[in-house]
């Protein structure tokens, strides 16, 4: 079935799977996602959307049979599920702890296994270990690198940059290097010390475009779950970059994406007049 009003143009994205142009949202954290929004989400915008994530390991506060249920649904509209970060909670508890997580992850249907240290200071050496054992156990494993140690789930510390290790490009890049030798298809830089909590002239651009430069955008997904941020992510390194948004700001950043609304670049050079062909 065609799209609604299909004569005005605008740059749709490839169709699903993809392996460009990825759009990952948020579940439950900040709100709460319920099982019946995301399924009303899911049937009007899926063909949008390529991945969900369970963020702040919000799924341990529900019934296995609802995180299925969760799941399936979004496998229904072909939408990978991400655990998000929740493995540096959990692996307080130990080796044995890690190594059962990865084994529920499987057994409950999750295709993503993000591997985080932003709030847990992980060692590299571990990191990559848990990214081996996801790999082994048949899932995908998202290392999650950020450029500050000891921010993430919305710590929103003020002054931060006083307060936190900053990384040098150095050691990032390293991590990033580190996991891709590994295989894995992508990898999700943090926000916080490049964006995040900080005011545009305080973005670290130099750093995001090295990234880019070095690695491609192909392997990177971007945390850009501010508008601004994600405007000039699209406006900097086009329509093909993969993003992680909110799932409130889904429509709003589809409409940027596909140029349909907003950018003022859509208008810029245009001939802006009517008279009636009738």
Known sequence: MSHAFDFVQIELPPKKPRSKSVTEIRGP????????????????WSEYIDGYKFAGGSMRLLKKDKVRRIIELCHEHDVYVSTGGFVERVIVQGEEAVDRYIEECKSLGFDVIEVSSGLAPIPLSDKLEIVKSVQRAGLKAKPEVSIMLGAGA?????????????KSYKEFAKE????????????MIE????????PPEK????????????FGREKLMFEASDPPVFKWYLTTFGRDVNLFVDHSQIVEFTAWKTGLWGDPAIWQGKKLSYHSQK
């Open 203 to 214: 973005w670290k651009k130099d750093v995001i475009k090295r990234l880019v430069d070095e």
């Open 176 to 187: 990033v290097s580190a996991h891709l030798k590994l295989g894995v298809q992508m990898i």
């Open 29 to 44: 954290y900040y709100t709460a996602v319920s099982y019946g929004y995301l399924k009303h989400l899911l049937d009007d």
């Open 191 to 198: 926000s916080e010390g490049l964006t995040e909590d900080l």
């Open 154 to 166: 919305g710590t929103h510390v003020v002054g931060y940059e006083q307060q936190m290790k900053i």
